[in-house]
């Protein structure tokens, strides 16, 4: 059989009609293409032209807008080597709420709750032997804020499940300040329906009130600063914490933010570490 050469786009029209309120209506756009053929080493006919993957079949969405489908194509031979191609996209206006692309996103709150280690109490004294050794091990139910946002979209990258999970806000983000948000899951599915194809996407996110730290810190890790080696000496080197016998203690012991050797029991120091990769939660598209 022949073979196509060449495909062009010419002309575009459309129209419609609408009713008073604006909600319901129907409209048509018509996309015409002109195609130059080859009839070697045999006859190229319009069912040869309607196949080449350069003209748009029934069901495809109109490059401008995916609610607009191709509902016919149509092939005309207007010369040995040239066909005239039109295809005709429709589409139905629809109530707000029938359009799931404009549907607002759907929101939940809750609770999630975790069992975390604590190393200070309530005042943030920490939590130690009369003797000022710390104790390690002390755990309490932790009950977290929670969101689960469901949101309709034109398109979504699978690969966003990677950027995006275990993440913190970078911006404010659901009205909660940076550092205060992390993605807790994230899941996708594709819809297909008559006219349109979507996604539905639906997110959680865990929301740390931020305790003794700044907001920016809320998930960073907070550890206490103790060990069995202290900064000593002169040259503040590394040594191995003794008591005041001279017999290096069994375990642990508080240190000051420096380094060296805490004496106070009263008092705590601390360490934090950034654990999670901050990013702008907005650039979701979620709309909240």
């Known amino acids: ?156 990258d699978p690969s966003a499940i990677y950027t995006y999970t275990n993440t913190v806000n970078s911006a404010v983000f659901m009205g909660f300040a940076a550092g205060v948000v992390r993605m807790h899951s994230l899941q996708a599915k594709i819809v297909y329906t008559e006219d349109l194809t979507y996604w539905t996407v639906t997110a959680q996110f865990h929301f740390r009130y931020p305790v003794h730290v700044d907001a920016d810190k809320a998930w960073w890790k907070r550890v206490r600063h103790e060990g069995t080696f202290a900064l000593a000496g002169d040259e503040l080197l590394p040594q191995r914490i003794t008591d005041g016998n001279g017999e290096i203690k069994g375990g642990k012991t508080m240190l000051k933010d420096d380094g060296t050797e805490e004496t106070d029991p009263t008092i705590g120091h601390w360490l934090e570490f950034e654990v999670f990769r901050t990013i702008d939660l907005n650039g979701m598209g979620l709309g909240v």
Request: aromatic share 8%; with cysteine; net charge negative.
């Open 1 to 156: 059989m022949g073979s196509v050469l060449d495909i062009k786009e010419t002309w575009q029209a459309g129209g419609g009609w609408q009713s008073e309120d604006g909600i319901k209506g129907s409209t048509q756009w018509v996309r015409t293409f002109t195609v130059t053929v080859s009839n070697t080493p045999t006859m190229c006919y319009a069912a040869d032209v309607l196949s080449h993957r350069g003209i748009p079949k029934s069901g495809h969405s109109h490059p401008a807008s995916p609610w607009f489908r191709c509902r016919s194509a149509k092939a005309k031979r207007v010369s040995p080597i040239m066909f005239e191609v039109t295809c005709t996209y429709k589409s139905k206006t629809k109530d707000k709420e029938e359009n799931p692309l404009e549907e607002p996103p759907e929101i939940s709150y809750n609770t999630l709750s975790s069992t975390e280690e604590i190393d200070e109490d309530i005042d943030g004294n920490p939590i130690n032997t009369k003797a000022g050794e710390p104790i390690t091990g002390v755990k309490i139910p932790v009950g977290d804020l929670s969101a689960t946002v469901t949101k309709n979209l034109a398109s979504f």
